[in-house]
């Protein structure tokens, strides 16, 4: 293994600390070599992307900071998927002094710059990127926060002891709620509207497993909350409706033409591609990372033709009228679509 950063931008992280937080979710604490220590300084809510081989298939995954930057270290949680390839590698493989390779951090789930109230949604492995948030709040501002927390029963909870001691020190202004499925079903619409009413203004930050999501965000907006003040981060996306594919009354697409790099690429359309898997079909090397919408890092301009988004958690309104588009998610929808990465 190499100390480089190869062509993809991908450099070795050793596992310096291996903590196992539950029965299916561990943390690793990751040595950043001093040569990367620039390229790997993070926001919180950032992720960042590791590439693993397992069984002889190189796989990439996006894990969120659980560490705050004020703490000095950085750590990544990774919570068992049933079936799933690389956390349950991670859970059963992963130890001390092993070498992984990882991009920079990136990702937009970060702190707006003001002091109002902040509100966390957290479902199960959602935890991640929220703890990071709150250790960072609760170090730099004097924001109050209240944390609601889902979990399928009390064993499956990451961070349970960080939360009460945090809760111990900062009992003014952090408040935990914790939710468990085992004790009468899933987190309701009316019980998210009524933590939603009692926070008032407030930056909202959701993060959790694609249903709970979606309850908590439509109940969130439902008590009058503006969507600009809520912020979203999505660990999977639902796959593509078959209606998204062949919509009714679009135009069927012939080609999209690509500039990336200071050059001009034609490639052909085949019904059903994103622009991303288009340029990466024409042999393109096109950005991306998180590729559910989330983290902006294959963000193109439209500057012709027309295209829509399945899922879009990372571009603000401005950045749409501009035409800008995440390419992961997005489907061309005129004859011909010119699209410029920037
Ligand atoms: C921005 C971002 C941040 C993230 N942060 C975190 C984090 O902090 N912590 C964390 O734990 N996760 C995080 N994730 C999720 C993580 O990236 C992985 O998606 C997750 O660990 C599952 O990967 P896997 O390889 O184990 O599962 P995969 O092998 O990708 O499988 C995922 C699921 O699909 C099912 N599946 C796979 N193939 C098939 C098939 N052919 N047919 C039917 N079902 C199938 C599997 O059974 C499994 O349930 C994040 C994701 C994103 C995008």
Same mark, same amino acid.
């Given at each position: 293994m190499g100390e480089h950063i190869d062509t993809d931008g991908f450099a070795p992280l050793r596992i310096k600390r291996v903590v196992r937080e539950t029965s299916d979710a561990v943390s690793l604490v990751l040595d950043v070599p001093r040569h990367c220590s620039g390229r790997f300084r993070y926001q919180a809510g950032q992720f960042l992307t590791l590439r693993v081989t397992v069984d002889g298939q190189e796989l990439r995954r996006c894990y969120s900071m659980s $560490? #705050?930057?004020?703490?000095d270290e950085l750590r990544i949680t990774v919570k068992r998927d049933?079936?799933?390839?690389v956390s349950n590698w991670l859970n059963d493989t992963a130890a001390e002094g092993a070498e992984l390779r990882a991009a920079p951090p990136e990702g937009r789930f970060l702190l707006r710059d003001n002091d109002s109230g902040i509100v966390a949604f957290a479902g199960g492995s959602g935890i991640t990127p929220i703890m990071s948030l709150i250790r960072t709040a609760l170090a730099t501002s004097a924001r109050p926060i209240r944390l609601f927390y889902a979990n +399928?029963? +009390?064993? $499956?909870?990451?961070?349970a002891d960080d939360l009460a001691r945090l809760v111990d020190g900062h009992a003014d202004r952090l408040t935990v709620t914790q939710h468990f499925?085992?004790?009468?079903?899933v987190v309701t619409p009316a019980v998210v509207a009524s933590v939603a009413a009692e926070a008032g203004d407030a930056d909202y930050y959701i993060c959790g497993p694609g249903p709970f999501m979606d309850t908590v965000e439509s109940a969130v907006v439902s008590t009058?909350?503006? +969507?600009?003040r809520i912020h979203l981060e999505r660990f999977q996306v639902a796959?593509?409706? #078959?209606? #998204?594919? #062949?919509? @009714?009354g679009e135009v069927a697409t012939e080609e999209v033409v690509i500039e990336l790099d200071r050059k001009t690429t034609t490639a052909a359309y085949r019904a059903g591609n994103t622009l991303l898997q288009t340029a990466r079909t024409a042999g393109l090397r096109a950005p991306s990372s998180?590729?559910? @919408? $989330?983290?902006?890092?294959?963000m193109a301009r439209i500057v012709a033709g027309s295209a829509r988004m399945?899922?879009?958690?990372?571009?603000d309104d401005d950045e749409v009228a501009e035409g800008w588009v995440l390419t992961c998610q997005t489907l061309p929808t005129s004859r011909t679509v010119h699209l410029v990465y920037e």
């Open positions: $560490s #705050a930057p004020v703490e049933p079936g799933g390839l +399928r029963g +009390r064993d $499956s909870v990451i961070f499925d085992e004790d009468g079903g009058g909350v503006p +969507r600009e796959p593509v409706p #078959a209606d #998204a594919m #062949a919509p @009714g998180c590729e559910t @919408g $989330s983290c902006g890092t294959c399945l899922n879009n958690d990372a571009l």
